[in-house]
Nanobody, 122 residues
Framework: VQLQAYGGGLVQAGGSLRLSCAVS??????SVWFRQAPGKEREFVAA??????RYADSVKGRFTISRDNAKNTVYLQMNSLQAEDTAVYYC????????????????????WGQGTLVTVSS
């Protein structure tokens, strides 16, 4: 199983980026995005399971997670980006959706992409 995340870059505050995560080897029902800012712990951003989505409060209304099953690719559309969104963004997958209370925990996920850096300049 391999996950390849891409689409990061440098963007001005208020701008947009779309991240992609291409999954090869297997199909997974549950996909997530996490992020990790310098000096901080990895934090949950968004999750997708059979069309159901969940977002961290900090990105709700600005970010959208989606999936193209034909391409086995997960996307994260990020709008109205802020300096606080600067981080390395990671995608992860697992076969079954974890229980709700554990969905935002990195240790629940086995397969991870390599990360893509998003830098938002203010």
């Amino acid at each position: 199983v391999q996950l390849q995340a891409y689409g990061g870059g440098l963007v001005q505050a208020g701008g947009s980026l779309r991240l992609s995560c291409a999954v090869s080897g297997r199909t997974f029902s549950h996909s997530v995005w996490f992020r990790q800012a310098p000096g901080k712990e990895r934090e949950f951003v968004a999750a997708w399971s059979f069309g159901n989505t969940r977002y961290a409060d900090s990105v709700k209304g600005r970010f959208t997670i989606s999936r193209d099953n034909a391409k086995n690719t997960v996307y994260l559309q990020m709008n109205s980006l802020q300096a606080e969104d600067t981080a390395v963004y990671y995608c992860a997958v697992r076969q079954n959706r974890p229980i709700y209370s554990r969905m935002s925990l990195p240790e629940e996920y086995t397969y991870w992409g390599q990360g893509t850096l998003v830098t938002v300049s203010s």
